[in-house]
């Protein structure tokens, strides 16, 4: 069973950073990998996604600039998220998944979704 775990979100202000990390376990090929977000009373969407083997990177408009996805492949994939100049909307349940490529969904996302992580941007 493929488990994902996110972390390293928290409370930052506006013009503040954070890295999230995104380890995957119980996947037995390399995949896609992308993460999401969720405000509240929102639907979740797409933020990031990182090719099978790092080549190709995809970014939402309102993160392009300011985010960047990378990845680590060994026994487990890992996934980061470094985000920079956060802002109020930035704010939100931050999750990642497995996808068949980088031009992943929420409707192409492979696994279960994980508890994710919050992330606040307030001052």
Same mark, same amino acid.
């Given at each position: 069973?493929? =488990?994902?775990? !996110?972390?390293?979100?928290?409370?930052?202000?506006?013009?503040?950073?954070?890295?999230?990390?995104?380890? /995957?376990?119980?996947?037995?090929?390399?995949?896609?990998?992308?993460?999401?977000? =969720? @405000?509240?009373?929102? !639907?979740? !969407?797409?933020?990031?996604?990182?090719?099978?083997?790092? /080549?190709?990177?995809?970014?939402? +408009?309102? /993160?392009?600039?300011?985010? #960047?996805?990378?990845?680590? *492949? *060994?026994?487990? @994939?890992?996934?980061?998220?470094?985000?920079?100049?956060?802002?109020?909307? *930035?704010?939100? /349940?931050?999750?990642?998944?497995?996808?068949? +490529?980088? #031009?992943?969904? #929420?409707?192409?996302?492979? *696994?279960?979704?994980? =508890?994710?992580? =919050?992330?606040?941007?307030?001052?």
């Amino acid at each position: 069973q493929v =488990q994902l775990e !996110e972390s390293g979100g928290g409370l930052v202000q506006p013009g503040g950073s954070l890295t999230l990390s995104c380890v /995957v376990s119980g996947r037995s090929s390399r995949t896609a990998m992308g993460w999401f977000r =969720q @405000a509240p009373g929102k !639907e979740r !969407e797409f933020v990031a996604s990182i090719s099978r083997f790092g /080549v190709v990177t995809r970014y939402s +408009d309102s /993160v392009k600039g300011r985010f #960047t996805i990378s990845r680590y *492949d *060994d026994a487990k @994939a890992t996934m980061y998220l470094q985000m920079n100049n956060l802002k109020p909307e *930035d704010t939100g /349940v931050y999750y990642c998944n497995n996808g068949p +490529d980088s #031009t992943m969904s #929420t409707n192409t996302v492979l *696994d279960s979704w994980g =508890q994710g992580t =919050q992330v606040t941007v307030s001052s």
